[in-house]
């Protein structure tokens, strides 16, 4: 696990070398509104669902690590002449067709990673295996923003080639170290079914976990944007008080994500999403009523606790009732509904922010914790569709016959 951990912390510290100030860029560089900007990125956000799916049946098609590494390397070209394209100011549409690449590419790795945690974990392991993904993710979201902040100030490019460069030595990592047990049905392989990720929806048990991913990721997506407008607009909070919040999201998840995951093999799964999910309700849902740095802080905290229950819940939940040859599809199907819900949660932030907001300011923060609490609550019924080793309950008690007694 550590080695994939280890990959994906590679990959999010080069995706916060550049990535995150590209909005920036358009706008401040290429001339772009705020408005376009947003809807670019709310697009590439769609690509990705997309190309989750995608990677998701050719992984059960041709193998993990064979997908992640041709995933990962169109997207080390896609990156390439995005850096080309933004040292030599080309004009915006060929900008915009690398950065809609490297986008769609860059959705391949972790539906298919998520696959490989799977196939070499069993369904008691996998809370924990999920959760040192999240660490490793985590720290290289902390280091690579702050990184890349002083190097936008040289150079938009070089943060570009160096997220590149960074792509390249985790496919270079990858190929050197990693071992793919997994093996196509027959050890022929099959040809992938794209009609199949849609009807993989049959089964009412992925349906569900989808929707209700769907609903939590879009209340997880208020950190980025509702918060921030939130704080900025009505409180007029200094920008430093928000990147605190990203950082106190960040160091949660960090310091008390291998906690946590040992917390949640004490019960069942599903009451272990409710739990989060919870979290998440009161966390967010407090936000409005306070106009003070401390109090939202504290909620902020609490809804970063509740993610880091629900995040690797929601891939173990998907990995224990596919079987080994569905893996990457109901995997990627999870990561289909998890980007839609981020760009809904982006888009809604907005909206509630505009019209709800000034009229009632905890208005949309307590419509967000409704959502937080219905998606919990339909975590919760799942545990009459599931197994108990689906569920995560191991060491059943043998109830003890009795010898019966007969009364007269």
């Known amino acids: 696990m550590m080695l994939v951990a280890a990959a994906n912390g590679l990959l999010l ?5 550049s990535l995150p100030f590209f909005t920036v860029y358009l706008i401040s560089q290429k001339g772009l509104t705020a408005a376009m900007a947003g809807l670019i990125i709310g697009l590439s956000a769609l690509s990705r669902s997309f190309s989750s799916a995608l990677a998701g049946e050719l992984a059960d098609a041709f193998g993990r690590k064979t997908v992640m590494l041709w995933g990962l390397a169109l997207e080390v070209a896609a990156m390439l002449g995005l850096a080309l394209c933004i040292e030599y100011h080309t004009q915006t549409g060929w900008l915009l067709l690398c950065y809609f690449l490297m986008a769609f590419f860059g959705a391949v790795f972790r539906p298919v990673s998520n696959a490989w945690v799977t196939d070499n974990t069993t369904p008691k392991q996998r809370v924990e295996a999920f959760g040192i993904i999240r660490i490793g993710l985590n720290l290289g979201w902390a280091l690579g923003p702050a990184v890349g ?11 570009f080639y160096l997220t590149a460069l960074s792509y390249a030595l985790t496919v270079l990592y990858l190929q050197r170290f990693l071992q793919d047990p997994y093996r196509p049905s027959a050890g022929r392989g099959r040809r992938p079914k794209f009609v199949s990720l849609l009807t993989s929806l049959k089964d009412s048990r992925l ?4 929707f209700y991913v769907f609903l939590i990721t879009a209340v997880n997506a208020q950190l980025v944007v509702g918060l921030s407008v939130h704080c900025n607009t009505f409180l007029h909070m200094p920008e430093y008080y928000i990147g605190w919040f990203f950082t106190i999201n960040g160091l949660a998840t960090v310091l008390l994500q291998y906690p946590a995951s040992r917390f949640m093999e004490r019960m069942r799964l599903s009451t272990a999403m409710l739990v989060g999910c919870v979290l998440y ?9 306070f106009g003070s740095f401390l109090p939202i802080a504290a909620g902020v905290f609490l809804a970063s606790v509740g993610e880091l229950i629900v995040s690797p819940g929601e891939q173990t939940l998907a990995s224990n009732i596919a079987s080994s040859q569905t893996r990457g599809r109901y995997l990627g199907m999870v990561m289909v509904f998890y980007n839609l819900g981020s760009s809904a949660g982006f888009f809604t932030a907005g909206w509630l922010g505009q019209y709800v907001a000034p009229y009632y300011l905890p208005g949309p923060w307590l419509i967000i914790g409704a959502v937080a609490l219905a998606a919990g609550w339909g975590f919760f019924a799942l545990r009459r569709n599931l197994t108990d080793e689906q569920d995560n309950k191991f060491n059943v008690p043998v109830p003890v016959k009795k010898d019966s007694v007969t009364l007269h």
């Open 149 to 159: 902040g002083f190097l936008v100030r040289c150079s938009y490019s070089l943060a």
């Open 281 to 289: 309700a009161a966390g967010y849902g407090s936000v409005g009523f």
């Open 207 to 210: 349906a569900k976990i989808c």
């Open 13 to 17: 510290f080069g995706y916060g070398l």
